[in-house]
């Protein structure tokens, strides 16, 4: 269980750091529902940050996978740092370059036709961003999680900071002391857009707090190792750009295909976005997994028993993303009652609660498929991911095309689940037939029909009784039952997991001995 214990540690330090940064993020997120004047300023915000993700994908065009990969094996590491930042650093300036160009044109097909200033600022966040990636990978090969874990945090602070220094202190103070030299740079015309420009300075300090990692750095490349770097990376950037499609394209075309003016299309994507953030917290589980799995699969993949081992996390992974889908989607009225959201300011927001369920089931089939997706990273088959990826990319186009003008949001949350259930599945049968891992499929199969199973007589619950106190108790109840079940399931592995291992696995023995004492 060394494998193990490794990947727990690693996943603890780096994973950490992305759970903090995240719920603090998430905060910011539900802060702007009181923050903001109206739901259409946060459909407005969604909007910009849904377009530029895709932006943010080809800026860095997946050379932080390649970094990765080539590491392990490319003796001069100072040289494949120089080369994959001396590659960003160019592809940047020009995509920097033309945003900025274009700024224009492209506030026009992000629908923010008054704002070009918001793309330029996007321009230079993105600029920023890309440039801090590899040094980024750098701590996390040199395994450095300490510097690591306090400047992702420290990223994400620095949001959170500047954004209720604008969007809530200085409006305070231009009230009620407006002479104050605080506001010499303030305008409160600009509004939402304090948001990005909060954005860009903290990526800005960012990259500052990395001048270590980039010290050594100069400006060359090994021409054979980058044409190797971008054939590895390349697809993996059309995987990227298709992940975008299937995770943020179905509110770029709630945009586009709701017949409604355009300040109630804004509304619409902003009260969808409230339960896609609820259903992201998934993702957070699922992205603080691959914080310490990606590197540790490229450096378990020589042992004899990679296999099995990557068997073995997938097991605790799908518990794990199993647990953290009943805990969100079982308790949805707890989380919608102790105020994360304005419900009162707001109480459109509450409408998207309804599609909490499709939406984080579809989070677990995607985290599941990015745990499958080691078959191709692997055998450098990067190629397969992308027409993996493309496939699922073609469903979401398609069901939304389809479903949004018959179903609104509501079509877009179901386009979101089957697209991920059937990439999941096309990379099982695909990855088992090129790198056979011997997965419980029919056990982790099981799992996720238990829960889902679980969600839809907890929705019965609610539909059928409408009284908070009946729908709490049956989600504490659900959620217990399963918990229980799955540690008994399992509690040899359970028992050897590093520091919690020994409590779960005595607590569970003792328990039934306990019981089985008081049946005698």
Known sequence: MSSIRKLANQTVWYGGSYVAARFLNVFLKFALTYFLATSASYGQMTKMYVYTTFLAVIFT???????????????????????????????????????????????????????????????????????AAIPFDRLRQEERPVKYAFLKFLNVFLQVFFTLYFLVFCPWLLKHHPDNALLQFYNPAIGVGYVFIANLIASVLTLCFLYKELRGFRIKANKALWKQLLIYSLPLMIVGLGGMINEVVDRVLLDHLL?????????????????????????????????????????????????????????????????????????????????????????????????????????????????????????????????????????????????????????????????????????????????????EWKKLGAYILIVTIFCGFHQWIMDYFHRFSITLVSGIIL?????????????KEFSKLPVVGKYIGGGIQKAVAEGSSRRQ
């Open 61 to 131: 065009y997946g050379l932080e996978t390649a970094y990765f990969r080539f590491v392990q094996q490319h003796k001069d590491k100072q040289e494949l740092f120089n080369t994959s930042v001396t590659s960003i650093l160019l592809s940047t300036f020009f995509l920097t370059l033309a945003m900025i160009i274009w700024a224009q044109p492209l506030a026009d097909i992000f629908k923010v036709v008054h704002h070009p200033e918001w793309v330029r600022w996007f321009a230079f966040i993105l600029a920023f961003d890309a440039l």
């Open 259 to 439: 017949p409604n003016p355009e300040k109630v299309k804004d509304q619409i994507i902003g009260v969808y976005q409230i339960g896609y953030q609820f259903a992201m917290l998934i993702n957070i589980f699922i992205q603080v997994f691959k914080m310490g799995a990606e590197p540790f699969f490229f450096n378990e993949m020589d042992k004899a028993n990679a296999k099995e081992t990557y068997a073995r996390i997938m097991k605790f992974f799908v518990i794990g993303t199993c647990w953290t889908f009943l805990g969100i989607v079982l308790f949805r009225d707890v989380w919608k009652l102790i105020g994360f959201v304005d419900i009162r300011k707001h109480p459109e927001y509450a409408a998207g609660f309804n599609v909490i369920p499709q939406l984080a089931l579809g989070y677990v089939c995607l985290g599941v498929y990015y745990n499958l997706s080691i078959w191709y990273k692997l055998t450098n088959r990067t190629r397969a991911g992308a027409t993996v990826t493309i496939i699922g990319a073609i469903v979401t186009l398609a069901l939304n095309f389809w479903w949004i003008p018959k179903y609104s949001y509501v079509g877009c949350a179901w386009a979101s689940l089957i697209c991920y259930f059937i990439m999941m599945v096309i990379s099982f049968i695909w990855g088992q037939k090129v790198y056979p891992v011997p997965y």
């Open 479 to 491: 959620f217990l039952v399963f918990f229980i079940f799955t540690l008994l399931r399992d509690k």
